[in-house]
């Protein structure tokens, strides 16, 4: 008997697994998803490198919640803290610190929060009845397995409390990882599964939600030679088409009784497979210093403003060391007048108290 080649019993498993995990409820392929907070980037460096961080490089804790398979013992006793001047009145942040457990290995415990601010509560004649600040938080915990040499494989366990005034949701979601990294070669490659989970507590009776699912790789090179690290990554691989019809510009019919005919993007195929893709590269000039770039052709496309030049969709940055610290900064352009603001701070407690001793 024949038998199948590798590649085509790896799509077939995956296909099983995609059919299941939407079959159960646990995630969504596509369509509505509740905790999109948490598809949101949490470092400087993440979010100069186009939002989404997968491949490793300098054993860096903060890039373990977007891909715990780079949890090294490399990372005991680090602590990063991250924090996001969002748009509006939006800001978030995220902190996390790397353990060891004595029996098991290096454990990284970390907490994602998002605070959007002060709204105005009012009764239905508009009259202002006080105010309250929603907010949501995300409790993790990391772990990654050395399989052998090259391979690496990692989870993440996520405690979600979203509280929306009086409404208030609990969750659970799992990532799954595996990097494969060839360090002779410069070389690193990853595979990333997200939002594999449940809504134990909805915000409204009976009306359980779908988690934000998606399945993300990339590889990543750094010359040998030359200063720089590249890297390509491609998101949302369980579902082919991400165009966007944006709702105000749909026909109007004024008969209610007819039905709404609704509108087609036609998009090449280079167009749906660009969408895909983001694409970053990181200049490190001297040991303590980098500086890094990226272009999403996706986040272009969908926040672009016809008529006006933007720089939509790009992002940069930069990260310096200065004695025990190292610092980064990211930026990320949206539309015209709108981009966030990222600063990351990291350290390893262990050598600053061998410092201070």
Request: aromatic fraction near 12%; charge should be positive; hydrophobic fraction near 40%.
């Amino acid at each position: 008997m024949n038998k199948r080649p590798l590649h085509q019993l790896l799509k077939n498993l995956l296909l099983v697994a995609l059919v299941s995990i939407q079959g159960f409820g646990f995630a969504q392929i596509g369509g509505y998803s509740t905790y999109k907070f948490l598809d949101l980037p949490t470092s400087a460096r993440e979010a100069a490198l186009g939002g989404t961080l997968i491949t490793g490089g300098d054993f860096d804790i903060g890039s373990t919640l977007n891909n715990p398979a780079l949890i090294s013992p490399k990372m005991n006793g680090q602590l990063a803290l991250n924090y996001v001047s969002y748009l509006a009145d939006i800001n978030y942040g995220y902190v996390a610190t790397a353990q060891p457990i004595k029996g098991i290995g290096t454990v990284v415990f970390g907490m994602q929060y998002v605070n959007y601010g002060k709204f105005n509560e009012a009764d239905p004649t508009g009259l202002i009845t006080g105010s309250f600040t929603p907010a949501d938080y995300s409790f993790n915990m990391g772990y990654a397995k050395q399989l052998d040499s090259n391979f690496t494989c990692g989870g993440t366990l996520k405690t979600i409390y979203s509280h929306l005034d009086q409404y208030t949701s609990i969750g659970s979601a799992i990532d799954l990882a595996l990097t494969y990294s060839k360090p002779e070669k410069f070389l690193a490659s990853s595979l990333m599964i997200k939002g594999i989970g449940y809504q134990w507590t909805t915000y409204v009776a009976n009306n359980h939600e779908p988690l934000p699912f998606q399945i993300q790789w990339a590889i990543s090179k750094k010359l040998p030679k030359a200063p720089f690290r590249f890297t390509l990554t491609a998101t949302h691989l369980e579902r082919w088409d991400l165009t966007y019809v944006d709702s105000v510009n749909l026909p109007q019919v004024l008969d209610p009784t007819q039905p709404v005919a609704k509108p087609t993007v036609v998009a090449t195929f280079a167009d749906q497979l660009a969408r895909h893709m983001i694409l970053s590269v990181e200049a490190y000039l001297g040991q303590n210093f980098v500086i890094r770039l990226a272009y999403n052709y996706q986040r272009q496309q969908e926040l672009k403003l016809v008529g006006y030049g933007s720089l939509a969709g790009f992002s940069l940055g930069a990260g310096i060391k200065i004695s025990r610290f190292t610092i980064s900064y990211g930026y990320s352009q949206y539309t015209i007048g709108a981009g966030s603001n990222h600063i990351s701070i990291s350290t390893n407690l262990n050598e600053l108290y061998r410092r201070k001793s």
